[in-house]
T-cell receptor
Framework: AQSVTQPDIHITVSEGASLELRCNYS??????LFWYVQSPGQGLQLLLK??????LVQGIKGFEAEFKRSQSSFNLRKPSVHWSDAAEYFC???????????????FGKGTHLIIQP | NAGVTQTPKFQVLKTGQSMTLQCAQD?????MYWYRQDPGMGLRLIYY???????DKGEVPNGYNVSRLNKREFSLRLESAAPSQTSVYFC???????????FGSGTQLSVL
């Protein structure tokens, strides 16, 4: 069965500092990988996704993530955080699926990002 | 174009009561999902419907039933609500395969 581990439950970063959120996955084949962000009281918004090709993927809001197969990792980074980046971040993995149907994504438990002024 | 619409947004139930959460999408997507979100647990898949006419159990299906009424609608039913079902419920859709999920705004359910 596939699984996702986000080792950090909370991370505190100063505004303007760099950020790295960790994600490790367990999956038997090449997965689809995603990072979602959830602001308080809101639904989930996709930041970026990796399907294949270039292992460094760019997303919205200045985020990027790097897929490292050898480490089973898909860490999220941002060079300089803004106070508006304070939110809950979820890494997710899914099975590559052809034929139109899909069995859903498996989410990590999330990392709560706190931004200090 | 509303995307994914969930109703109701908030609901309070007493233990043993039943209710149905509704989800409708106007994106013509094949696959629909119900997730629950609990503090410190992330999102867990309850049931999904890969295509119209099919439904399958996810990670935490006990205590729930679903109906894929047509391509647009996917409902989640709690037959006899329990306090352990207090959660935020999200409906989501995807067009093909396990691509980007489009989420509804959620239903906050409290079972007393």
């Amino acid at each position: 069965a596939q699984s996702v581990t986000q080792p950090d439950i909370h991370i505190t970063v100063s505004e303007g500092a760099s950020l790295e959120l960790r994600c490790n996955y367990s999956y038997g084949a090449t997965p689809y990988l995603f990072w979602y962000v959830q602001s308080p009281g809101q639904g989930l918004q996709l930041l970026l996704k990796y399907f294949s090709g270039d292992t460094l993927v760019q997303g919205i809001k200045g985020f990027e993530a790097e897929f490292k197969r050898s480490q089973s990792s898909f860490n999220l980074r941002k060079p300089s955080v803004h106070w508006s980046d304070a939110a809950e971040y979820f890494c997710a993995v899914g099975r590559m699926y052809s034929g139109g149907g899909a069995d859903g994504l498996t989410f990590g438990k999330g990392t709560h990002l706190i931004i200090q002024p | 174009n509303a995307g994914v619409t969930q109703t109701p947004k908030f609901q309070v139930l007493k233990t043993g009561q039943s209710m149905t959460l509704q989800c409708a999408q106007d994106m013509n997507h094949n696959s629909m999902y119900w997730y629950r979100q609990d503090p410190g647990m992330g999102l867990r898949l309850i049931y999904y419907s890969a295509s119209e006419g099919t439904t399958d159990k996810g990670e935490v299906p006990n205590g729930y039933n679903v109906s894929r009424l047509n391509k647009r609608e996917f409902s989640l039913r709690l037959e006899s609500a329990a306090p352990s079902q207090t959660s935020v419920y999200f409906c989501a859709t995807t067009p093909l395969g396990n691509e980007k999920l489009f989420f509804g705004s959620g239903t906050q359910l409290s079972v007393l």
